[in-house]
C-alpha cells in the first residue's frame, strides 16, 4: 500500500462552494483511476485540512498525480485556493489492522 497525505490551509475569501465542488470531482476522479483504494479527509479545529489517500502501489498514486484533470486542479489549487501546504507520500509495507473488542 502506498499513502498520499496532502495537509493544507485553504486561503481566507476562497469561493467555498467552488472549491468543495472542485474537491468531489477530485475526490470522484480519484476513485476511477488503476490501484485507488480509499479517500479521506478531516478538517481540525484550527482549519488545518488532511486528507489521506492509498493507493495500491507508489505507480498507481505518481499516475494520478500526473491525470490531466488533477494537473489542472493543482494549478489552481496553489494560484487560488491554499495559503500552504505539503504533501507526503510514502510507502506503507507493514500494514495492520486493529479492532476494539467489547471487554465484556
Request: proline share 0%; net charge neutral.
Given at each position: 500500500m502506498y499513502l498520499v497525505v496532502f495537509r493544507n490551509r485553504k486561503r481566507t475569501g476562497i469561493d467555498a462552494a467552488a472549491y468543495d465542488?472542485?474537491?468531489?470531482?477530485?475526490?470522484?476522479?480519484?476513485?476511477q483511476q488503476r490501484g485507488y483504494l480509499s479517500f479521506k479527509s478531516y478538517e481540525a479545529a484550527d482549519g488545518e485540512v488532511v486528507a489521506i489517500s492509498e493507493w495500491r502501489d507508489e505507480a498507481s498514486a505518481r499516475s494520478w498525480g500526473r491525470q490531466a484533470e488533477h494537473l489542472v486542479m493543482q494549478a489552481r489549487g496553489q494560484r487560488e485556493w491554499y495559503a500552504d501546504y505539503t504533501l507526503y507520500a510514502c510507502d506503507n509495507p507493514h500494514t495492520r489492522r486493529f479492532v476494539a473488542r467489547d471487554q465484556n
Open positions: 465542488r472542485q474537491a468531489a470531482r477530485m475526490e470522484e476522479l480519484a476513485s
